[in-house]
């Protein structure tokens, strides 16, 4: 396993959760009641279901360990394959989440506070150092990595039907073209130069290749 850089990592969190705040500051009610990119969900529910890993995501990250690392950037991801049948409860939970608000805007100022602790956090990160996080153990720059690639893609999952909206970071899609060139090999990547496009096949949510992440 190869330890992704919390120099590279940290940088590159920020920004996507920059680019996901400015495409929160961009939408409104009906925007968010729109349709994903997600099979059978709203705007609104990729987005209780993005807030509710960034929890975890902040929990995760005092779950220090000495335990050698187990997984990375990419090896993270094949634990997760997209071909898995979905999960069928947390598709419900994350529905029931985003329908509790009164509007659908109104879970982004949760969303905000949460957003503001994880920039706080990074900044101030220590490392390296190892966590355990769902079952792996992880260099936290690996497991930083892993969290870009999950912004950058919902991102793109809630502005299927917003084509003016914010698009993810430069800094993000190149954390989620480095994964894919890991998952699915150099030469598998070499003919897309449009890193959104890259990123949307390589999750099966447009066609051009065999999904790599879930």
């Known amino acids: 396993m190869t330890v992704y850089p919390l120099d590279v990592a940290r940088p590159a969190f920020v920004d996507a959760l920059d680019g996901l705040s400015a495409l929160l500051d961009h939408v409104d009610d009906t925007d968010l009641h729109a349709r994903s990119r997600c099979h059978g969900w ?15 995501m902040l929990a995760g990250f005092p779950a220090r360990t000495d335990r050698p690392a187990d997984a990375d950037l990419a090896t993270y991801w094949t634990a997760f394959p997209g ?4 999960d069928w409860a947390h ?35 220590d490392g390296p150092y190892r966590l355990e996080f769902q079952g792996h153990v992880l260099d936290v ?12 893609v919902h991102h793109l999952d809630m502005t299927v039907a917003l084509p003016d909206a914010p698009a993810p970071p430069a800094s993000g ?11 699915a090999g150099p030469d598998v990547v070499a003919g897309w130069g449009d890193d959104t496009a890259l990123a949307l096949a390589a999750t099966g949510r447009e066609p051009g290749m065999t999904p790599v992440l879930g």
């Open 173 to 183: 899609l190149a954390v989620v073209r480095e994964t894919v060139t890991r998952l």
């Open 91 to 125: 598709e419900r939970f994350a529905r029931a989440v985003a329908s509790a608000y009164a509007r659908p805007t109104g879970q982004i100022a949760h969303v905000a506070m949460t957003l503001r602790g994880l920039r706080r956090l990074v900044a101030d990160l």
């Open 42 to 56: 709203l705007a609104a529910d990729v987005l209780a279901h993005l807030h509710l890993g960034l929890v975890e």
């Open 83 to 86: 071909s898995e049948l979905p």
């Open 141 to 152: 720059g690996d497991f930083v990595g892993t969290w870009v690639v999950e912004v950058v």
